[in-house]
């Protein structure tokens, strides 16, 4: 699963807890939502604006 910001208010959608204020259920994959889909907190950016957050690297150096 796949956790999405938003690079306006930094927002956070995280796709195996979904959204349960937007009626999302948990494992809801972010990209299955409309393209134009606002972002539910400032509704300034759209679906496609979100940037994947990428969990830290664990005993790896990069
Ligand atoms: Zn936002």
């Known amino acids: 699963m796949t956790t999405y910001q938003c690079p306006e208010c930094g927002f956070k959608y995280d796709e195996s ?7 999302l259920k948990p494992g809801t994959p972010w990209l299955s939502l409309p393209q134009d889909y606002a972002c539910p907190s400032c509704s300034v950016r759209t679906r496609d604006d979100f940037e994947v ?4 690297p664990q005993g ?3």
């Not at 807890?17 to 009626?23: C, D, L, M, Q």
Request: zero cysteines.
């Open 53 to 56: 957050v990428n969990p830290p």
């Open 17 to 23: 807890r979904g959204n349960a204020h937007e009626g």
């Open 60 to 62: 790896k150096s990069a």
